[in-house]
């Protein structure tokens, strides 16, 4: 069962090492993400939302329903967590 | 645990600072580097540090275990109830521009940008301090 395991991982590392070819270098200005979005975001930020920081902008506001997932992840794991280990608390 | 009173005055003096420090990340949100997550996880850390230098009983003085549960809830709340105001004032969920554009307040849309920061941070901060205590604490909270 590990030796499986073993092969498993290693085969799933060699696809994405494999994958990782076809990614666009780092920080390319032809890649499509620099092209269209990065551009939109830089340009509609201020107008549209009034603040300066483009990071926050995006968390918040442009990706506000991603980011409220992500709270409530964050919350689910704390209750599990409560739920698990914190026994007998209540009567 | 042991007392050690270089460690307790450092941390004293130290957690107040951390505290305003990490008030600071999550408010300077919109406007800096800073944030929700960081920040409530700052502020988190300055629990944490209470607990190394107190004890368990030393943060069972300080703040409550049943509370800090209801806080977890009520920063998920405030994000929620935002993104329902906006729907109250004719807008898509978390559409927060439809607030502004109704009440006619200029950077109304940084405000509310910020009182979404403070939930995510309120919620970040009470799930690390609801964790960490479940597992600094062995035998269970029936004990007192």
Same mark, same amino acid.
């Given at each position: 069962?590990?030796?499986?395991?073993?092969?498993?991982?290693?085969?799933?590392?060699?696809?994405?090492?494999?994958?990782?070819?076809?990614?666009?270098?780092?920080?390319?200005?032809?890649?499509?993400?620099?092209?269209?979005?990065?551009?939109?975001?830089?340009?509609?930020?201020?107008?549209?939302?009034?603040?300066?920081?483009?990071?926050?902008?995006?968390?918040?506001?442009?990706?506000?329903?991603?980011?409220?997932?992500?709270?409530?992840? *964050?919350?689910?794991?704390?209750?599990?967590?409560?739920?698990?280990?914190?026994?007998?608390?209540?009567? | 645990?042991?007392?050690?009173?270089?460690?307790?005055?450092?941390?004293?003096?130290? *957690?107040?600072?951390?505290?305003?420090?990490?008030?600071?990340?999550?408010?300077?949100?919109?406007?800096?580097?800073?944030?929700?997550?960081?920040?409530?996880?700052?502020?988190?850390?300055?629990?944490?540090?209470?607990?190394?230098?107190?004890?368990?009983?030393?943060?069972?003085?300080?703040?409550?275990?049943?509370?800090?549960?209801?806080?977890?809830?009520?920063?998920?709340?405030?994000?929620?109830?935002?993104?329902?105001?906006?729907?109250?004032?004719?807008?898509?969920?978390?559409?927060?521009?439809?607030?502004?554009?109704?009440?006619?307040?200029?950077?109304?849309?940084?405000?509310?940008?910020?009182?979404?920061?403070?939930?995510?941070?309120?919620?970040?901060?009470?799930?690390?301090?609801?964790?960490?205590?479940?597992?600094?604490?062995?035998?269970?909270?029936?004990?007192?």
């Amino acid at each position: 069962m590990k030796k499986l395991a073993l092969i498993a991982v290693i085969f799933i590392g060699i696809i994405l090492f494999w994958a990782v070819e076809d990614m666009p270098a780092f920080g390319d200005p032809d890649a499509s993400a620099n092209q269209y979005t990065a551009k939109m975001y830089i340009e509609r930020t201020l107008p549209d939302i009034g603040i300066d920081n483009i990071v926050t902008a995006i968390l918040a506001s442009y990706r506000g329903f991603d980011t409220l997932g992500e709270v409530v992840v *964050i919350f689910t794991a704390g209750i599990s967590v409560a739920l698990l280990l914190r026994r007998g608390e209540e009567r | 645990m042991r007392e050690n009173v270089v460690i307790r005055t450092v941390s004293r003096l130290s *957690i107040p600072f951390i505290q305003l420090f990490a008030l600071y990340v999550i408010v300077h949100g919109a406007s800096g580097a800073g944030g929700g997550f960081q920040g409530g996880v700052v502020l988190a850390s300055s629990f944490i540090l209470l607990l190394i230098a107190f004890g368990l009983s030393g943060i069972r003085s300080r703040i409550s275990v049943r509370g800090i549960r209801v806080f977890a809830a009520a920063g998920v709340f405030i994000y929620a109830g935002i993104g329902l105001l906006c729907i109250i004032y004719a807008g898509n969920f978390l559409g927060y521009g439809a607030i502004e554009s109704a009440l006619g307040i200029p950077h109304l849309h940084a405000l509310l940008i910020d009182i979404v920061e403070a939930g995510i941070g309120i919620t970040v901060m009470a799930v690390m301090i609801s964790i960490i205590l479940d597992f600094a604490d062995k035998e269970g909270i029936r004990r007192d």
